[in-house]
């Protein structure tokens, strides 16, 4: 059996990464929330996921798959302030990783997730973003994805960020 296709944004990361993006699609689709990757924000960061929900809600997903890469990742702070709720997802062998304070388990969520589907073990707090963030993140958000869409019909746009 061919593995599942690896999304565009993944190809330079391991193979798990792209598997566990799927899984997480999978996941957000069925709770009606849909996600573009590899989206940079205001700060320098560039967060792996950002999906959008019904409400105009924005989730942030980190993804990690191995677990030096877990452990010495400091920058996933910063992603806070643009996102109404925070996820980390990782296959589940790295799921008990995630139960350190470091990880601050008492706000972030935790998605375990392969190339077939995701699970929530852990839901993410509810951070409600500021009216004027939330306004400029929203409208970033659909840009970056209609850009995005618009470089499948005239691949000559190039893809953008």
């Known amino acids: 059996m ?3 296709p ?3 944004c993944f190809v330079d990361q391991p193979p798990i990464a792209g598997e566990v993006a799927r899984g997480v699609t999978r996941l957000f689709c069925r709770q009606d929330l849909f996600a573009i990757c590899e989206v940079p924000l205001p700060n320098g960061r560039r967060a ?3 999906a959008i929900d019904g409400k105009g809600q924005l989730v942030i997903v980190e993804i990690k798959v191995s677990r030096s890469d877990l452990l010495g ?3 996933w702070i910063d992603y806070l302030d643009y996102c109404d709720r925070f ?3 990782v296959p589940s062998a790295l799921s008990s990783i995630l139960d350190e304070p ?3 388990p008492g ?3 935790l998605l375990v997730a392969d190339r077939y589907d995701a699970a929530v073990w852990r839901e993410a707090a509810h951070r409600p973003l500021a009216p004027a963030r939330r306004k400029a993140e929203l409208l970033r958000f659909a840009r970056r994805a209609a850009r995005r869409l618009s470089a499948q019909i005239d691949p000559t746009l190039g893809a953008g960020s």
């Open 107 to 109: 706000e972030a969520g």
């Open 2 to 4: 061919a593995s599942a």
């Open 48 to 50: 792996d996921m950002m």
């Open 87 to 89: 996820y980390w997802a």
């Open 102 to 104: 470091r990880f601050l």
């Open 73 to 75: 990742d400091s920058k």
């Open 6 to 8: 690896i999304p565009d």
